[in-house]
């Protein structure tokens, strides 16, 4: 069962944002999701780095300001390296199911693989 719902997807840094209005040297894609309590979680991808490694970010409430938590995945800060967003956010998803609910952890076969 999935815990977390898409809300956001933003791109921004690189060449998406003007001169003026710079946030990132590196260009990103960003994806943000609400769990069932309402938490927030944000995946994000560096598009111009090696690999276009994933780090994650959470949990945190809608009116938080200021740069969000780190949230480990697979005990990893940058993770995913070469693999999709369905598979980035399937280990999101199981890291906040244990972190959050709890929750046995699915079958090893039914998981990706980080390695």
């Given at each position: 069962?999935?815990?977390?719902?898409?809300?956001?997807?933003?791109?921004?840094?690189?060449?998406?944002?003007?001169?003026?209005?710079?946030?990132?040297?590196?260009?990103?894609?960003?994806?943000?999701?609400?769990?069932?309590?309402?938490?927030?979680?944000?995946?994000?991808?560096?598009?111009?780095?090696?690999?276009?490694?994933?780090?994650?970010?959470?949990?945190?409430?809608?009116?938080?300001?200021?740069?969000?938590?780190?949230?480990?995945?697979?005990?990893?800060?940058?993770?995913?390296?070469?693999?999709?967003w369905e598979t980035a956010?399937?280990?999101?998803?199981?890291?906040?199911?244990?972190?959050?609910?709890?929750?046995?952890?699915?079958?090893?076969?039914?998981?990706?693989?980080?390695?």
């Open positions: 069962m999935q815990h977390l719902t898409e809300i956001d997807r933003e791109r921004y840094g690189g060449h998406y944002d003007p001169p003026s209005r710079k946030r990132a040297i590196n260009a990103h894609s960003e994806r943000t999701y609400r769990d069932a309590d309402g938490q927030l979680f944000r995946l994000v991808r560096d598009l111009d780095a090696e690999g276009k490694p994933f780090e994650a970010y959470g949990p945190f409430r809608a009116d938080f300001r200021g740069f969000p938590p780190r949230f480990q995945v697979g005990g990893q800060d940058c993770f995913g390296e070469g693999r999709s956010e399937a280990l999101l998803d199981e890291e906040v199911r244990h972190y959050r609910y709890d929750e046995e952890p699915e079958e090893e076969a039914s998981l990706p693989k980080l390695g």
